[in-house]
């Protein structure tokens, strides 16, 4: 728990140390084989997440303005803005375009929950919105890369289906019943006390892992061809900042506060472990894809968390 507890602490400095043993470890031996190791890891960081959801909460009215306008701006806006920024730098790498594309496809991960709580925003709210993109997103990755990148690369829809089954129905299912049985046999106060805190530290530890392995698959590629991060860095940087603009201009014009600041976490901050994961496993000569979402992660914590720390001047 030490251990756990010291790397949520110091998250962006502990991403770093994972990604430069990535690429010694990745450089240096053969490491093909954790590519099997992102769809149990992805549901090992799905599932601790979702067993703090307050699944009660989900059964009282919503903000229907809020979900839907958060909604229409994960997928419709963002889609279309990450498929602009990657036809205009990455015309000719179609798997870099495929990268940035799921990223701003998938929206909302756990670390939603986590970033609304730290910035006091509805959390309610933001429950609904992981669960709402979840679904959503489930249904429409598919569909969205066939009609954007269909004409250029093969989607397997049934391994992308299955790979979105295994990472979010099942870990869903199984946060439900964790909770149910937790709370049954120890009462809701224990839950809230005991067990509540400490599933968050293993989905921020199964992060570094998942970032550990996407590097180390990737090493030398990265290694060998050290200007392609620069060639990435620059989209991702520019995707990140339209994504905070719109996030935060139309949630002060149309949102109070606390449910302004739930949808710019429920906007900005993106299901990276899932993208990584669909492009691991459906996508299998993607492999430069999984670099882009891999930096996509420094970028996004960074952000995510400066995004927090000026939450008070933001939204007054």
């Not at 996030?247 to 506060?257: N, Y």
Request: charged fraction near 10%; proline fraction near 4%.
């Amino acid at each position: 728990m030490k251990l756990l507890k010291f790397i949520k602490k110091h998250l962006i400095g502990t991403i770093f140390v994972s990604i430069i043993l990535g690429v010694i470890v990745g450089y240096n031996f053969e490491v093909s084989w954790l590519k099997n190791l992102i769809l149990p890891l992805t549901f090992m960081l799905v599932y601790p997440m979702l067993v703090t959801l307050d699944f009660k909460s989900l059964l009282s009215r919503p903000n229907y303005p809020l979900q839907i306008t958060t909604q229409i701006i994960n997928f419709i806006v963002f889609p279309f803005v990450a498929f602009g920024i990657g036809y205009l730098f990455f015309q000719d790498q179609t798997y870099l375009r495929l990268g940035l594309l799921l990223i701003g496809l998938i929206p909302t991960s756990g670390m939603t929950i986590s970033w609304t709580v730290m910035a006091k925003g509805n959390i309610n709210e933001a429950i609904r919105m992981v669960i709402i993109g979840l679904l959503m997103g489930s249904i429409l990755t598919p569909i969205y890369i066939t009609f954007y990148l269909g004409a250029e690369v093969d989607v397997p829809i049934f391994d992308i289906i299955k790979q979105i089954f295994v990472i979010i129905v099942i870990p869903l299912i199984a946060a439900f019943l964790t909770q149910y049985f937790v709370v049954s046999k120890y009462g809701r106060e224990t839950f809230n006390t005991k067990v509540k805190p400490v599933f968050p530290l293993f989905s921020t530890f199964f992060v570094v892992i998942i970032l550990f392995v996407a590097i180390s698959l990737k090493a030398k590629l990265l290694v060998n061809n050290p200007s392609i991060l620069l060639d990435i860095l620059i989209p991702l940087i520019l995707f990140y900042a339209v994504m905070f603009v719109i996030s935060v201009v139309s949630s002060k014009l149309l949102f109070k506060r606390e449910d302004a600041i739930a949808m710019v976490n429920g906007t900005l901050i993106r299901n990276l472990s899932l993208s990584l994961a669909i492009v691991l496993s459906a996508f299998p000569d993607a492999g430069i894809a999984a670099l882009l979402i891999a930096i996509a992660y420094v970028l996004q914590v960074q952000i995510a968390a400066w995004n927090v720390k000026l939450t008070k001047y933001i939204f007054k």
